[in-house]
């Protein structure tokens, strides 16, 4: 039994230390909200602006984001959407995956449950890390996602970064330089802080778009727990009742 007990143990935390020690670049956590409505809309703001040149999101529909982010239709129609869709299509793109092969070498995925397969800190991460590197096609890298395919479609708000290197020792004593940290080179249009903060919520967009219907079953869940907490006590009161005379 013990050794059972150790082995569940051992599989639960399994996971978490393999993550742990993947890679030594730094880690940014998300601070994921999907109750946060401005959050959220500020972050399909930049999907549609930023992201849905190359990627889609099609198991996402227009109307059901508006319903759940509170935009209205016509708003949707004439800020968010191209002209020729309809609020009901799903988050298509025009760009074909044979087009982006031929432009990037590789297909831009579509992200409708990237967040799933991916997680938000991993994302936030991403977002966080492009730095230049000349010898990249698009002249960056990105510490979460190695030689990225991906331009960093966001350097206007972020800036570039340039990476800081530092020598390590290799076991065989030969040395080897790695990235330490990565330090702002350009300045772009946000400071760190606020560039941080739109990526949150860009990645708390991405989150949501992975469940659009989490933000109601985490309601719905609540409101069950409550209703058996309170049933609950009526049961106990009940079983009280009956057994009163027999104890
Ligand atoms: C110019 C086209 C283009 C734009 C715009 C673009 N991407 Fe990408 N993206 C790509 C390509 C191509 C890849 C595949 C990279 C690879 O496999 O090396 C990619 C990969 C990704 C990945 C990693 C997918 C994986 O394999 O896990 C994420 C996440 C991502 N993009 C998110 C975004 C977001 C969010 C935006 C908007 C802020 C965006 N992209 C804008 C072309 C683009």
Not at 103 to 129: E, K, N, Q
Not at 146 to 156: I, N, T
Not at 166 to 186: N, S
Not at 189 to 202: A, G
Request: proline share 4%; aromatic share 10%; hydrophobic share 45%.
């Amino acid at each position: 039994m013990r050794r059972i007990i150790i082995l569940f143990i051992v599989a639960l935390v399994w996971p978490f230390t393999v993550s742990a020690t993947s890679a030594d670049h730094p880690h940014f956590k998300a601070d994921v909200d999907v109750t946060d409505k401005a959050s959220l809309q500020r972050g399909a703001r930049i999907f549609m602006n930023y992201c849905m040149g190359c990627h889609s999101a099609a198991y996402m529909r227009y109307n059901r984001m508006g319903q759940d982010l509170g935009i209205e239709d016509s708003i949707l129609q004439s800020n968010l959407m191209f002209a020729t869709e309809k609020s009901g299509d799903t988050m298509t793109i025009a760009m074909q995956p044979g087009d982006a092969e031929k432009f990037f070498g590789t297909a831009a995925p579509d992200l409708s449950v990237i967040a799933r397969s991916r997680g938000a800190d991993w994302l936030l991460t991403y977002f966080m890390t492009f730095y230049r590197d000349d010898s990249r096609p698009f002249g960056v890298n990105n510490l979460a996602f190695k030689d990225v395919a991906m331009p960093h479609v966001l350097w206007e708000l972020q800036g570039i970064q340039k990476p800081v290197y530092r020598i390590v020792k290799k076991e065989d004593g030969t040395q080897r330089e790695v990235i330490d940290h990565l330090e702002l080179e350009t300045p772009g249009k946000l400071d760190s802080e606020d560039y941080k903060n739109t990526v949150n919520d860009l990645v708390n967009f991405l989150v949501y778009v992975g469940e659009p219907a989490q933000i109601q079953r985490k309601k719905t869940g609540v409101v069950v727990i409550l209703y058996l907490l309170v049933l609950l006590v009526i049961v106990y009161l009940l079983k009280k009742e009956y057994w009163k005379d027999i104890h």
